[in-house]
Nanobody, 118 residues
């Protein structure tokens, strides 16, 4: 069964860093578009970053210059490197592989909690 599993969340002080991982079974991450979303309490889910099969990357304005989305295709893993964290970055973070004609459906991980607080 194909699964996406996130890890790396936790509690960090403002200004700190965390590195989230999204590991996929079944090879569905390799050379595909992968997105990171987040959802804070009482707010809608928002797109934070994405990387496509060409390695091109896009970021939400709120995280530009602080977050990066490196990937390791050989190990079916996409990361979200988060630096200079702020309290407003507190949310559950999800990785997502969008639906394609080959995959037939989209995939979501279970989410990992990130809390930025002193």
């Amino acid at each position: 069964q194909v699964q996406l599993v996130e890890s790396g969340g936790g509690l960090v002080q403002p200004g700190g860093s965390l590195r989230l991982s999204c590991v996929a079974s079944g090879g569905i991450i390799s050379f595909r578009t992968v997105k990171w979303y987040r959802q804070a309490p009482g707010k809608e889910r928002e797109l934070v970053a994405r990387t496509n099969s060409l390695g091109q990357r896009n970021y939400a304005d709120s995280v530009k210059g602080r977050f990066t989305i490196p990937r390791d295709n050989a190990n079916n893993t996409v990361f979200l490197q988060m630096n200079k964290l702020r309290p407003e970055d507190t949310a559950v973070y999800y990785c997502n592989v969008p639906r394609t004609s080959v995959l037939g459906r989209e995939y979501w991980g279970q989410g990992t909690q990130v809390t930025v607080s002193s």
